[in-house]
Structure formats: structure tokens, C-alpha cells
């Protein structure tokens, strides 16, 4: 039986356009019910330390209103433990962040910091938060994960998305490879970041990959056909590729 592939829907970028203007419209929260209403399975958002989209009040309500499974991106800091364990979100994905950038460049470099983020990653487990790495397709960074304790990662897809041709082409061999080898250590994998209606359905197709996690591009669609029928389709493009 080919297993179902679970959509997340980032909502960042509905408190980006908020936040240009400041107010309250348009709602995050409101997207996070749309979003479930189109088929998500799941809402991710970052709160990111310099709360460039995302807010704490934002993140307040999510685990409080929806009842969706909630991914809270965050970084590796103590200020981000602290509130993921008084939110206790279904899952915390561990990101790299650096202040000058537009958006999450690249993966956590897990491999040198071992000794760091294991008792982060414990702490979060133990409260009974699903953690996940987000990381680029090598396998250093899977067996480092696998080591610090996380049950899953996530796969930087922006530079498969970003690439063409052939360059494309050995971007996606090192996804299909680091997905594989991430079922033979026994992590669940997902993969996100940069996703589109037109890069989405190979990575769909790779069966050990258990979730997307797709924003951006959602809410930028958004403005031509409206946030639903933006995520109905990319739901019908990955269960069109995953059936397959």
C-alpha cells in the first residue's frame, strides 16, 4: 500500500504581508483554518528571534486555536526551548538563522555541533515534542541527527528547486539518496523549502519521504487564485505523484 503523503502549510508569509502593514489583517491564524479546510495536514510557522513574521502572540494562538498538529520552527537557542515548552507544539523543527537573511538559507550543520544541540533535542523530547533536523541531503548530517536523538529531519529542497537541467537533476539524486538512507537509520523523513507546483511532484514521488512542508509559494499563489485553491492543487499534484 503506497503510504500517504502529509502536506504541511507554512504560514510565515501571511504575517509577512500583515506585518508590512502592521494591524492585524491579514490573520495567520485565519490562513492556519483555510489552510486545514483545503486539506493540510498539518501548520508549520517560525518564530524567528528577530519575530520578522511570526509573532509570540501568533504562536500563542496556533496552540491554543487550531487543531491541526502545529511545526514550530525555531532556532537553537534557549529563548526558543523556553517557549516551545510552555506552547508543547506537536513538533519543533531545529533551523539554522542568521539575522541578514531573506529566509532560511541552507541546513543546520548538525554534524559540528553534536554536543550542542543533544541535550537541546533531549529536552524537547522528553516533554513529548516531535523533534525533526532541518538539514541538507548528506548523509553526515542524517547519522549526526540520528545520534543527538531526533526522530526525524527535513531536507533543504531550495537548491533542487533553484537548479536546472542536469545541475537539477544531481540535486534531486542526493534528496532520493539522503531519503533512503534516512528510512535505513530509522528517521521518518520530510522535505520542504522552495517547493512549487512545478518542483513538487518528484520529490512527491520519492515514497520514504512521509512530508512536505510548503509555504512561500502557497501564499504567493495566493493572490492570483486564493490561498484554498492554491493548497487544493499542490494537494493534487502530490497525491497525483505518490499514487503513481
Given at each position: 500500500?503506497?503510504r500517504?503523503?502529509?502536506?504541511?502549510?507554512?504560514?510565515?508569509?501571511?504575517?509577512?504581508?500583515?506585518?508590512?502593514?502592521?494591524?492585524?489583517?491579514?490573520?495567520?491564524?485565519?490562513?492556519?483554518?483555510?489552510?486545514?479546510?483545503?486539506?493540510?495536514?498539518?501548520?508549520?510557522?517560525?518564530?524567528?528571534?528577530?519575530?520578522?513574521?511570526?509573532?509570540?502572540?501568533?504562536?500563542?494562538?496556533?496552540?491554543?486555536?487550531?487543531?491541526?498538529?502545529?511545526?514550530?520552527?525555531?532556532?537553537?537557542?534557549?529563548?526558543?526551548?523556553?517557549?516551545?515548552?510552555?506552547?508543547?507544539?506537536?513538533?519543533?523543527?531545529?533551523?539554522?538563522?542568521?539575522?541578514?537573511?531573506?529566509t532560511?538559507?541552507?541546513?543546520?550543520?548538525?554534524?559540528?555541533?553534536?554536543?550542542?544541540?543533544?541535550p537541546?533535542?533531549?529536552r524537547?523530547?522528553?516533554?513529548?515534542?516531535?523533534?525533526?533536523?532541518?538539514i541538507?541531503?548528506?548523509?553526515?548530517?542524517?547519522?549526526?541527527?540520528?545520534?543527538?536523538?531526533?526522530?526525524?529531519v527535513?531536507?533543504?529542497?531550495?537548491?533542487?528547486?533553484?537548479?536546472?537541467?542536469?545541475?537539477?537533476?544531481?540535486?534531486?539524486?542526493?534528496?532520493?539518496?539522503?531519503?533512503?538512507?534516512?528510512?535505513?537509520?530509522?528517521?521518518?523523513?520530510?522535505?520542504?523549502?522552495?517547493?512549487?507546483?512545478?518542483?513538487?511532484?518528484?520529490?512527491?514521488?520519492?515514497?520514504?519521504?512521509?512530508?512536505?512542508?510548503?509555504g512561500?509559494?502557497?501564499?504567493?499563489?495566493?493572490?492570483?487564485?486564493?490561498?484554498?485553491?492554491?493548497?487544493?492543487?499542490?494537494?493534487?499534484?502530490?497525491?497525483?505523484?505518490?499514487n503513481?
Open positions: 500500500m503506497t500517504r503523503l502529509r502536506l504541511g502549510v507554512n504560514i510565515d508569509h501571511v504575517a509577512t504581508i500583515r506585518n508590512a502593514r502592521g494591524g492585524h489583517h491579514p490573520d495567520p491564524v485565519r490562513a492556519a483554518h483555510t489552510a486545514a479546510a483545503a486539506g493540510a495536514d498539518g501548520i508549520t510557522a517560525h518564530l524567528r528571534e528577530d519575530r520578522r513574521h511570526i509573532s509570540d502572540r501568533d504562536m500563542e494562538r496556533l496552540a491554543n486555536e487550531i487543531a491541526l498538529p502545529l511545526n514550530f520552527e525555531m532556532a537553537a537557542t534557549e529563548e526558543m526551548v523556553a517557549i516551545a515548552l510552555r506552547h508543547r507544539p506537536h513538533a519543533a523543527c531545529i533551523v539554522p538563522e542568521r539575522r541578514e537573511e531573506r532560511t538559507e541552507g541546513g543546520l550543520d548538525v554534524a559540528g555541533h553534536v554536543e550542542t544541540l543533544r537541546l533535542v533531549g524537547l523530547v522528553e516533554a513529548g515534542i516531535r523533534v525533526s533536523m532541518f541538507v541531503a548528506d548523509p553526515r548530517q542524517l547519522d549526526a541527527s540520528k545520534a543527538i536523538g531526533a526522530p526525524v527535513e531536507l533543504h529542497t531550495g537548491a533542487y528547486c533553484d537548479a536546472e537541467g542536469e545541475a537539477r537533476d544531481r540535486e534531486f539524486a542526493r534528496i532520493l539518496a539522503a531519503a533512503a538512507h534516512a528510512e535505513a537509520i530509522g528517521l521518518e523523513c520530510h522535505a520542504g523549502h522552495g517547493l512549487s507546483y512545478d518542483t513538487v511532484k518528484p520529490v512527491a514521488a520519492i515514497a520514504t519521504i512521509a512530508e512536505l512542508n510548503i512561500h509559494f502557497l501564499v504567493g499563489e495566493a493572490i492570483f487564485i486564493g490561498f484554498e485553491a492554491s493548497i487544493r492543487h499542490m494537494r493534487a499534484l502530490m497525491d497525483e505523484a505518490r503513481r
